[in-house]
Structures are given as structure tokens and as C-alpha cells.
């Protein structure tokens, strides 16, 4: 239940949140788990805007590249970018 209010408490305070922002909220939230991160970044690749797309794969390897390099280079390997 905590984890859902505080949830809440970041997208109360942001007027106009969007899922690129909520995935980076949950992505954080999960980085000590190798499958959990992998599960919600595909789930993050399918729910995003094709425009956010660029955005969320430099966030993530910025922020999770020294840790999860592998599984961000998979999730990615087949989204065309180029689209956007």
C-alpha cells in the first residue's frame, strides 16, 4: 500500500505526469531485481509514446547501463527507433 501512495505522492505533485515519467518512477523502483527490471521495461517499451522511446533508452542506459547493460541492449534489440 506504501508503495502505491507514494506513487500517487509523485504524480499529485507533477500537474501533467505521463507514463514515460511513471515507467521511470517504477523502473527505479525495481532496479534491484534483474527480471522485475526486464519485465517492466518491456512492459515501459510497449506502453510508451514511439516519441519517448529515444528518451527512455538514453535514461536508461545513463542510469542503469553499468548494471543491466545486457537486458536494456535485449529489450531494445528490437524496437526501430528510426521511426521517431
Known sequence: MLYFQS?????????TPNMLEYFKVILSKVSFSKSLFEK?????????????LVELRDWCYK??????????????????????
Open 7 to 15: 506513487l500517487y505522492q509523485v504524480f499529485k505533485l507533477n500537474s
Open 40 to 52: 517492466e521495461l518491456r512492459k515501459a517499451i510497449r506502453s510508451i509514446l514511439m516519441e519517448e
Open 63 to 84: 542510469k542503469f547501463g553499468h548494471i543491466y547493460q545486457s537486458v536494456i541492449n535485449r529489450c531494445f534489440s528490437s524496437v526501430n527507433l528510426s521511426l521517431t
